[in-house]
């Protein structure tokens, strides 16, 4: 097993009622030389009060207000891991993931980023779903992977789900600034383009789905907004990618009627 270094990125920004258990998950990691970094947003609630309960974590504060990708590239920023994964101040992380992930980047050389199964969660940690794309673990392609996501849906799942290596990072750049919704799965894309991708057959981590998110909250005021910074994205890749306008058309489609389904998820199983 490898023993290089993964950096675990937490941008906060008062995640105060759910930071403890996301701490606790990143505490019962098998995988032992982690750093865990905690760039708060200018809280107003008791997380920093929470994080630093915790002699493991490494905790820097924005003195003004960064925004979510601000904030994600804040924490990236302070690293300095061979690996990265940012997690969200509400998600948790299964205890065998970063091992798991660690392992199959180690094994395939040609991989860039590593994702797998995750679960949806509610604000009581109850399972609601479990998305899966493979039935096992495989190596597949980067550009490959990267077309697929631009069928319908963000298919890396959410930011945590995600291990990456710094060189690939490097290379891709920031989150973009260009993107309110689909920061994340912009960057999968670009990590994409720098790699090929681990797939494993297993859930990695937790997505929780809460009224107070800051993704429910865009989902909730900002739909149209959403909707564009989806499709600005697709036409940020569609010649790159060599994507047709038969893929366009479904894509767009595609992605307005999930956005239906996911605000009744949102509305009914909190």
């Known amino acids: 097993m490898s023993d290089k270094l993964v950096s675990i990125c937490i941008p906060t920004y008062n995640g105060g009622q759910f930071i403890r258990e996301t701490l606790e998950s990143i505490k019962a990691l098998t995988y032992d030389n982690i750093e865990v970094i905690v760039t708060d947003d200018c ?3 008791d997380t920093l009060d929470i994080c630093r309960e915790y002699d493991f974590v490494k905790i ?3 003195e ?5 990708v601000g904030n994600w590239n804040m924490a990236v920023s302070k690293s300095s891991g061979y690996y990265i994964k940012v997690i969200g101040q509400d998600d948790l992380l299964a205890p065998n993931s970063i091992s798991k992930q660690v392992e199959a980047l180690e094994q395939n050389p040609s991989a860039s980023i590593s994702i797998g199964d995750a679960l949806v969660i509610n604000q009581d940690s109850e399972v609601l779903l479990t998305r899966s794309l ?3 673990d495989c190596l597949i392609n980067g550009e490959t992977f990267a077309r697929k996501s631009l069928w319908s849906r963000n298919i890396f799942c959410e930011p945590a789900n995600a291990l990456y290596t710094r060189s690939a990072a490097q290379k891709a750049g920031p989150y973009s600034k260009d993107f309110v ?3 994340d799965w912009d960057y999968g894309i670009e990590l994409c383009l720098q790699g090929d991708l681990c797939y494993i057959a297993e859930p990695i981590m937790s997505f929780r789905i809460s009224s107070n998110s800051e993704t429910s909250n865009l989902y909730k005021k900002k739909r149209k907004i959403m909707l564009l910074d989806t499709e600005r994205m697709f036409s940020k890749y569609k010649s790159r990618l060599k994507l047709s306008i038969f893929r366009e058309i479904y894509f767009k489609s595609a992605i307005r009627i999930l956005m239906h389904v996911r605000q009744i998820i949102i509305k009914f199983k909190k």
């Open 43 to 45: 809280s107003a609630d």
């Open 60 to 62: 820097f504060i924005n």
């Open 64 to 68: 003004e207000r960064q925004g979510l």
């Open 134 to 136: 493979y039935k096992k």
């Open 181 to 183: 919704y689909v920061p």
